[in-house]
């Protein structure tokens, strides 16, 4: 009996007031389609969302946390950097 | 028979086929092969558990002796189950469950299309509702048979074994007599007609790209229709029966 565990995958899903897919768990499954279908058995049970996404987990890339201060602390007091000095007419949404 | 018993009869014998499929893959919970399996299994059962409700509870009201949907599910005796053989089948390994899961599944899907043109209201909205479920039931079912199929030499071996084992229940599926009769003769629910041959097309499709076997040997089992069932229900039914009778009228 084979000990392999199936490739993990993330899962990300929409709800449906949302805009963008929310990062809600992992789950283990042998391929795409699967992964689709465990994600909907196991993260939208309770109307979670209306779209899923799944990525292997192994194509996902992130920032070193003791990276943090150096990539993230030097925005902090740029403030040209946001565009705060316009007057946003009530017509423009999402800005 | 009357038009109304006639219902009565029909809408129990689907109502038993949901109750007792969805009593037996509940006995998988906390027991499923894979984490995310054993939650899909589970909520397969729900669904089919929630169909027995509608159905079971309509049946109640169509039989017109007060009986509600709890009384007709945890209070009868076995010969007074209508249910196909199929589905109180034991659930077998994993493979076993989804090929009985695969059977019933793509009947389901064909026979819930038609349903849900029937004049009669209530069992199309039920019809409907189920419709929905039950795609996503065979998607699942189907890309089992067709992985564990065509999958290791020991899949192949296990899922064959079922089929082989199980495939002697299909026919039932399509049994009818004088309840179905009267029904579609009065227009109540639409013709069978054609049912078996799509079931057929699609089932050998599956199997075909499963790489599997359909088996030669032409006996077949029937019986549940009329209350004459295997040894698997009479000891099913001490499980889902057991709250009821023990704690008269208990509610959660």
Same mark, same amino acid.
């Given at each position: 009996?084979?000990?392999q565990?199936?490739p993990?995958?993330?899962?990300?899903i929409?709800?449906?007031?949302?805009?963008n897919h929310?990062?809600?768990?992992?789950?283990r499954a042998?391929?795409?389609?699967?992964?689709?279908e465990?994600?909907r058995?196991v993260?939208?049970?309770?109307s979670e969302?209306i779209?899923?996404?799944v990525?292997?987990?192994?194509?996902?890339?992130?920032?070193e946390?003791?990276?943090?201060?150096?990539?993230?602390?030097p925005?902090?007091s740029?403030?040209? !950097?946001?565009? &705060?000095? $316009?007057?946003v007419?009530?017509?423009v949404?999402?800005? | 028979?009357?038009i109304?018993e006639?219902?009565?009869?029909?809408?129990?014998?689907?109502g038993d086929?949901s109750?007792i499929?969805g009593?037996?893959?509940? %006995?998988w919970?906390?027991?499923?092969p894979?984490?995310?399996?054993?939650?899909?299994?589970?909520?397969?059962?729900?669904?089919l558990?929630g169909?027995?409700?509608?159905?079971? %509870?309509y049946a109640?009201?169509?039989e017109?002796k007060? !009986?509600?949907?709890?009384?007709?599910a945890?209070?009868r005796? %076995?010969h /007074?189950?209508?249910n196909?053989l199929?589905v109180?089948?034991?659930?077998?390994?994993f493979?076993?469950?989804?090929?009985r899961q695969f059977?019933?599944d793509?009947?389901?899907k064909?026979?819930?299309?038609r349903?849900?043109?029937?004049? @009669?209201?209530q069992?199309?909205a039920?019809?409907?509702k189920?419709?929905? /479920? &039950?795609?996503?039931?065979l998607k699942?079912?189907?890309?089992?048979i067709?992985?564990l199929?065509d999958g290791?030499? /020991?899949?192949? !071996?296990?899922?064959q074994d079922?089929l @082989?084992a199980?495939?002697?229940?299909?026919n039932?599926?399509f049994?009818?007599?004088?309840?179905? +009769?009267?029904?579609?003769e009065n227009?109540?629910?639409?013709s069978? +007609?054609?049912l078996e041959? /799509?079931w057929?097309? $699609?089932?050998q499709?599956?199997l075909?790209e499963?790489?599997l076997t359909i088996? &030669?040997n032409?006996?077949k089992?029937?019986?549940? !229709?009329?209350?004459k069932?295997?040894?698997?229900?009479?000891?099913?039914l001490?499980?889902?029966q057991?709250m009821?009778?023990?704690?008269?009228?208990?509610k959660w």
């Amino acid at each position: 009996m084979s000990n392999q565990e199936w490739p993990l995958w993330e899962v990300f899903i929409r709800s449906k007031q949302g805009l963008n897919h929310k990062h809600v768990g992992s789950l283990r499954a042998s391929d795409e389609v699967m992964a689709i279908e465990n994600a909907r058995d196991v993260y939208t049970r309770r109307s979670e969302g209306i779209s899923i996404w799944v990525v292997e987990s192994k194509h996902v890339f992130a920032s070193e946390p003791n990276d943090a201060d150096s990539l993230f602390e030097p925005a902090d007091s740029k403030v040209y !950097r946001h565009p &705060t000095f $316009y007057d946003v007419p009530d017509e423009v949404s999402h800005m | 028979m009357n038009i109304q018993e006639a219902l009565f009869q029909y809408v129990l014998r689907l109502g038993d086929d949901s109750l007792i499929l969805g009593h037996r893959l509940s %006995e998988w919970c906390g027991h499923g092969p894979v984490l995310e399996e054993d939650i899909a299994t589970i909520n397969i059962s729900l669904d089919l558990i929630g169909q027995a409700t509608n159905l079971l %509870e309509y049946a109640g009201k169509l039989e017109g002796k007060g !009986r509600d949907e709890d009384a007709i599910a945890f209070l009868r005796l %076995e010969h /007074e189950y209508k249910n196909i053989l199929l589905v109180e089948q034991t659930n077998g390994d994993f493979g076993k469950t989804m090929m009985r899961q695969f059977f019933f599944d793509s009947y389901r899907k064909l026979l819930f299309d038609r349903l849900v043109k029937s004049p @009669d209201v209530q069992l199309a909205a039920i019809a409907d509702k189920a419709l929905k /479920e &039950t795609k996503y039931h065979l998607k699942h079912s189907s890309e089992w048979i067709i992985r564990l199929g065509d999958g290791t030499e /020991e899949s192949h !071996r296990r899922i064959q074994d079922s089929l @082989d084992a199980l495939y002697k229940y299909s026919n039932e599926l399509f049994f009818t007599d004088e309840v179905e +009769d009267t029904l579609v003769e009065n227009g109540v629910i639409p013709s069978l +007609d054609g049912l078996e041959d /799509e079931w057929n097309t $699609y089932v050998q499709a599956i199997l075909k790209e499963a790489t599997l076997t359909i088996p &030669t040997n032409n006996w077949k089992q029937s019986g549940g !229709r009329l209350g004459k069932h295997t040894e698997h229900l009479g000891m099913l039914l001490t499980e889902l029966q057991y709250m009821q009778r023990a704690y008269p009228n208990m509610k959660w």
